[in-house]
Nanobody
C-alpha cells in the first residue's frame, strides 16, 4: 500500500507560479512511475508530466517548457514535485499525483492522490 498526500494548490494570476508536492509513503520501494494528471470541469483527466525510476521525464505539449516535474527521496518518503511557471487560465484544473508500483508478480498497481485545486485567473 502507498499513501499519497498532495499540497500546494491555490489561486494565482496568469503568468504566476505554483509548486505542487505529493508525499508518498508506505510500499515506496517498488515505485516504477510517478506522474501528475489534471482534470478540468467537463473534460477528461489528462497526463501533465511523468517521471520514471531512471529519471526520464515526459510532458504534455501544452505544458512543456513551463512545467518541471522532479522527484526527491527522503527517509521512508518519496516526494513528487511539479513546478508550474507562466501559468495560464487554461491550466485551471484539479491536479492529481499518481504512483505506479509493481507487486511481487511485477504487475502494476496505481495509487492516486486526493487532488488539489489550481485556479489561474486572467
Amino acid at each position: 500500500q502507498v499513501q499519497l498526500v498532495e499540497s500546494g494548490g491555490g489561486l494565482v494570476q496568469a503568468g504566476g507560479s505554483l509548486r505542487l508536492s505529493c508525499a508518498a509513503s508506505g510500499s515506496i520501494f517498488s515505485i516504477s512511475v510517478m506522474g501528475w494528471y489534471r482534470q478540468a470541469p467537463g473534460k477528461q483527466r489528462e497526463l501533465v508530466a511523468g517521471i520514471r525510476g531512471g529519471g526520464s521525464t515526459n510532458y504534455a505539449d501544452s505544458v512543456r517548457g513551463r512545467f518541471t516535474i522532479s522527484r526527491e527521496n527522503a527517509k521512508n518518503t518519496v516526494y513528487l514535485h511539479l513546478q508550474m511557471n507562466s501559468l495560464k487560465p487554461e491550466d485551471t484544473a484539479v491536479y492529481y499525483c499518481k504512483i505506479t508500483t509493481l507487486n511481487r508478480l511485477y504487475l502494476p498497481i496505481d495509487y492516486w492522490g486526493q487532488g488539489t485545486q489550481v485556479t489561474v485567473s486572467s
